[in-house]
């Protein structure tokens, strides 16, 4: 929902904490003079204006609720400096079909009175190379749903879930960067836990942990403080450098 969540009166949601303004969750990588993008939030456009993004070269999707596609409208000025190509976009092919179908008037070539969005959807169910990197999709339980996270060289961005399957897990050794769903405290039949990611780290001993996905339960600077040295919450507009 963001922080300040609409019409809440919580002390998070009131926090004079920059830290505590948290807008939908995403990532941009960017390598190479090239950028890759995972997910469009409803958020994606204060987003690409605060961190000055001047070119995407692709957006791969982690799946199709409203909080990581709804922002696909304004990749139009990036998209548009694809032409004559399009932004190639990549999503499991079920989610493909629904953003599709979701978004008719952008992927509908009838549609004649221009202004959309330039892009393709790519249907990928494996491993994707973007420009000399591969991203490869990992698949993460989401209360009922099956949906992606991707591990990109040493790091790995998992937000939506609630449970990890063992397959996923021997794919997520030796990482010096990753980022896990942690809701809040309280369980919550479609998203991990602080105390559940916490289990998660210790399992998989990554160099470094952020938690993503965070809603109003938790204060940024007193959860930090709570948290092992080597995990933290992340926060709107945190940067990370790494050896890709
Ligand atoms: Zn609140
Ligand atoms: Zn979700
Ligand atoms: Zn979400």
Not at 236 to 241: Q, T, V
């Amino acid at each position: 929902m963001g922080v300040p969540t609409i019409g809440c009166d919580c002390a998070v949601c009131h926090s004079t904490d920059p830290h505590d303004r948290r807008t939908r969750p995403s990532v941009l990588v960017e390598y190479g003079g090239r950028a890759v993008l995972i997910d469009t939030t409803p958020d994606f456009r204060e987003q690409a204006i605060r961190e000055n993004i001047r070119h995407l070269d692709a957006v791969l999707y982690t799946h199709t609720h409203a909080d990581h596609i709804l922002g696909i409208d304004d990749l139009r000025p990036l998209s548009f400096r694809h032409k004559p190509n399009r932004l190639p976009l990549y999503a499991h092919p079920q989610a493909a079909e629904f953003i599709r179908n979701m978004f008719r008037y952008i992927f509908d070539a009838n549609y004649k009175f221009g202004g959309l969005p330039l892009v393709e959807m790519n249907p990928i169910e494996g491993p994707v190379e973007l420009f000399g990197v591969t991203f490869e999709p990992v698949t993460l339980i989401h209360g009922d749903a099956e949906i992606f996270g991707f591990r990109f060289g040493p790091a790995a961005y998992l937000t939506d879930h609630s449970e990890i399957p063992e397959s996923s897990l021997a794919r997520l050794q030796n990482l010096d960067i990753l980022f896990l769903d942690a809701l809040r405290y309280k369980p919550h039949p479609t998203h991990s836990t602080v105390d559940n990611s916490l289990r998660v780290v210790e399992r998989l001993r990554p160099k470094r942990a952020f938690f993503t996905h965070i809603c109003h339960d938790l204060p940024h600077e007193a959860t930090n403080a709570s948290l092992p040295e080597n995990v933290k919450l992340s926060y709107d507009g945190m940067k990370l450098e790494f050896d890709l």
